[in-house]
Nanobody, 125 residues
Framework: QVHLVESGGGLVQAGGSLRLACTAS????????MAWFRQAPGKEREFVAA????????AYADSVKGRFTIARHNAKNTMYLQMNNLKPEDTAVYYC??????????????????WGQGTQVTVSS
C-alpha cells in the first residue's frame, strides 16, 4: 500500500512559478517509479512528467518540456514538480502517482497503481 499526499498548488499569474510536492508513505519510497498527471475541467487526465526509482531517468510531456522539472528526494519520501513560466493552459488539478512494478518510466495512466487526492493549480492570464 502507498499513500500519496500532494501540496503546493495555488493561484499564480502567467509567467510565474510553483513547486508541487508529493509526500509518500507505506512501501519503501525508492522501490517505485512516480509521475505527475493533470486534469483540466472537461478533459481527460493527462501525463505531465515521470521519474524512475533512483531519479536518474525522467520523461516529460511535450507541452511542459523545458518549463517543468520533476525530481525526487528518496531520503525524504518526497517527489517534486518545479513549474516555471506557467501558462493559463496549465490550469488543472495535479495528481501524483506511483508505479510499484516499474519496467520503464511510463506515461500511461494504467501503469500507475496509487494516486493522491490532487492539488489545484490555477494560472491567470
Amino acid at each position: 500500500q502507498v499513500h500519496l499526499v500532494e501540496s503546493g498548488g495555488g493561484l499564480v499569474q502567467a509567467g510565474g512559478s510553483l513547486r508541487l510536492a508529493c509526500t509518500a508513505s507505506g512501501r519503501t519510497f525508492s522501490s517505485y517509479a512516480m509521475a505527475w498527471f493533470r486534469q483540466a475541467p472537461g478533459k481527460e487526465r493527462e501525463f505531465v512528467a515521470a521519474i524512475n526509482k533512483s531519479g536518474g531517468i525522467t520523461a516529460y510531456a511535450d507541452s511542459v518540456k523545458g518549463r517543468f522539472t520533476i525530481a525526487r528526494h528518496n531520503a525524504k519520501n518526497t517527489m517534486y514538480l518545479q513549474m516555471n513560466n506557467l501558462k493559463p493552459e496549465d490550469t488543472a488539478v495535479y495528481y501524483c502517482s506511483a508505479d510499484i512494478n516499474p519496467v520503464v518510466v511510463s506515461q500511461y495512466r494504467h501503469d500507475y497503481d496509487y494516486w493522491g487526492q490532487g492539488t489545484q493549480v490555477t494560472v491567470s492570464s
